[in-house]
C-alpha cells in the first residue's frame, strides 16, 4: 500500500509559479514511476509529466520548458516546479503512483493517486 499527499496548490497570477510536492509512504518509493495529472472542470483527467525510477522524465506538450518534475528518493518526496503559468493550467494536480511495468500516459496505468491539490491561474 502507497500513500500519497499532495501539497503546495493555490492562487497565481499568469506568469507565475508555484511548485507542488508529492510526499509517498513506502519503502519501495525509488522502484516506483511517479507521475502528475492534471483535471479542470468538465474535462477529463491529462497526463502532465512523469518521472521513472532510472530519473528518466516525458512531459506533456502543453507544459513542456515550464514545468519540470524531480525525485528525492531519499525523502519519498517527487516535486514539480510549474514556471509560466496560464490561466489554462488550472485545474487540481494529482500525483500518482505506477507500481509495475514501463512507461504509462494514462491514468488507468496508475495503482495508487492522492487527494489532488487546487491550482488556479488568473489572467
Known amino acids: 500500500q502507497v500513500q500519497l499527499v499532495e501539497s503546495g496548490g493555490g492562487l497565481v497570477q499568469a506568469g507565475g509559479s508555484l511548485r507542488l510536492s508529492c510526499a509517498a509512504s513506502?519503502?519501495?518509493?525509488?522502484?516506483?514511476?511517479i507521475a502528475w495529472f492534471r483535471q479542470a472542470p468538465g474535462k477529463e483527467r491529462e497526463f502532465v509529466t512523469a518521472?521513472?525510477?532510472?530519473?528518466?522524465?516525458a512531459y506533456a506538450d502543453s507544459v513542456k520548458g515550464r514545468f519540470t518534475i524531480s525525485r528525492d528518493n531519499a525523502k519519498n518526496t517527487v516535486s514539480l516546479q510549474m514556471d509560466s503559468l496560464k490561466p489554462e493550467d488550472t485545474a487540481v494536480y494529482y500525483c500518482?503512483?505506477?507500481?509495475?511495468?514501463?512507461?504509462?500516459?494514462?491514468?488507468?496505468?496508475?495503482?495508487?493517486w492522492g487527494q489532488g491539490t487546487q491550482v488556479t491561474v488568473s489572467s
Open positions: 518521472i521513472w525510477s532510472g530519473g528518466s522524465t
Open positions: 513506502g519503502r519501495t518509493f525509488r522502484n516506483y514511476a
Open positions: 500518482a503512483v505506477r507500481t509495475t511495468g514501463g512507461p504509462q500516459y494514462t491514468p488507468l496505468g496508475y495503482d495508487y
